[in-house]
């Protein structure tokens, strides 16, 4: 082939890889940065037209062929040779970015805003509401044995010897509780079942809120952990929960107890148990969330366990 033709060929090529090259820069910095090119000129042609948005790369020989063929050799027509060139270059570049522009279907906005959404838990942004401070109250109210779980409960008794006892159905606890619930790891904002139930299991757990540990055998949180079993439960909450350092792990070996009688993190470890860290009851392993209100008792106690008036108080509350 006639070297007058072979060159236009490669050229068609090269500025189409070399626009293929900027395509990052053209998402962040513009058309500015890309090295090839009269770029002011491109971004007045506009990104992308109706006409060049249906450009393939099968047509490229073929619109190369044309030109050359139909190409002024005369030197007055040097103007002209240089638009076509321009032309064929912004066409290239309009077919990649009309197909890089399809492979996201939505909005950026929208996009950001469901991920805010869906990070409630970890970044600060509110939660939905999936069960009132006022859920809480109820519950522990209901109950004659243990003292109350909020110091504006009119509610005076002392309760058992050997717990230590403590307000854990607060606005901070509800508020965390929500955020918990609402997390993209958890997402049972709206399944009042699943609600139902994970409170029934902690109220039992708790003595209805008010108990976050018990001296007699060192068992601390929600769901009573031995602590054998702190730090497989904080481990499982940096793989559910994210956060920047220091990490669940580091907190519970520096807090000990203290870490799951902190608002800010009681609810995540029990949701970490309920998702993961069940794995050390024998023959548990499994997504608590979705199971039995029986089976749950059981991967959380290791063994049989009838916490019917649990849950018939809480279902009295829970709207």
């Not at 190369?64 to 040097?78: A, F, I, T």
């Not at 002392?158 to 609402?182: H, I, K, R």
């Not at 709206?190 to 018990?214: C, H, M, P």
């Not at 991967?299 to 009295?316: F, M, Q």
Request: proline share 5%; hydrophobic share 35%.
């Amino acid at each position: 082939m006639p070297a007058m033709f072979l060159v236009p060929r490669l050229l068609a090529v090269s500025s189409a890889l070399a626009w293929a090259s900027c395509l990052p820069a053209l998402e962040d910095e513009g058309l500015q940065s890309c090295r090839e090119g009269d770029s002011s000129a491109l971004l007045q042609h506009g990104m992308a037209s109706e006409s060049s948005a249906n450009f393939h790369p099968k047509h490229w020989t073929q619109h190369v062929s044309e030109e050359e063929h139909g190409r002024p050799k005369h030197e007055k027509h040097r103007k002209q040779r240089k638009h076509w060139r321009l032309h064929r270059k912004h066409r290239n570049h309009d077919w990649w970015y009309h197909q890089m522009s399809h492979m996201t279907t939505a909005e950026p906005s929208a996009v950001a805003a469901e991920e805010e959404e869906q990070d409630a838990g970890i970044s600060g942004f509110a939660a939905a509401e999936c069960v009132t401070q006022g859920v809480l109250t109820c519950i522990n109210d209901k109950s004659f044995y243990w003292p109350k779980c909020d110091p504006a409960q009119a509610k005076n008794i002392v309760g058992p010897s050997g717990y230590e006892f403590g307000f854990y159905c607060t606005d901070a606890w509800a508020a965390t509780l929500n955020q918990m619930l609402s997390d993209r790891a958890v997402n049972k904002c709206n399944d009042r079942e699943a609600i139902l139930k994970l409170l029934a299991q902690v109220a039992w757990e708790t003595g209805y809120f008010s108990t976050s540990y018990q001296p007699q055998d060192g068992g601390a949180g929600q769901i009573h952990m031995i602590p054998n079993n702190w730090e497989i439960n904080a481990k499982d909450m940096d793989g559910l929960f994210p956060k920047p350092s220091p990490s669940h792990v580091s907190l519970v070996k520096a807090q000990s107890q203290n870490f799951f009688q902190n608002a800010e993190f009681g609810w995540k470890s029990t949701a970490a148990w309920f998702k993961t860290t069940n794995r050390v009851i024998p023959g548990c392993g499994e997504d608590l969330f979705d199971q039995t209100f029986a089976r749950q008792s059981f991967c959380i106690l290791g063994a049989p366990s009838d916490r019917t008036e649990a849950y018939n108080i809480v279902a009295s509350c829970l709207p």
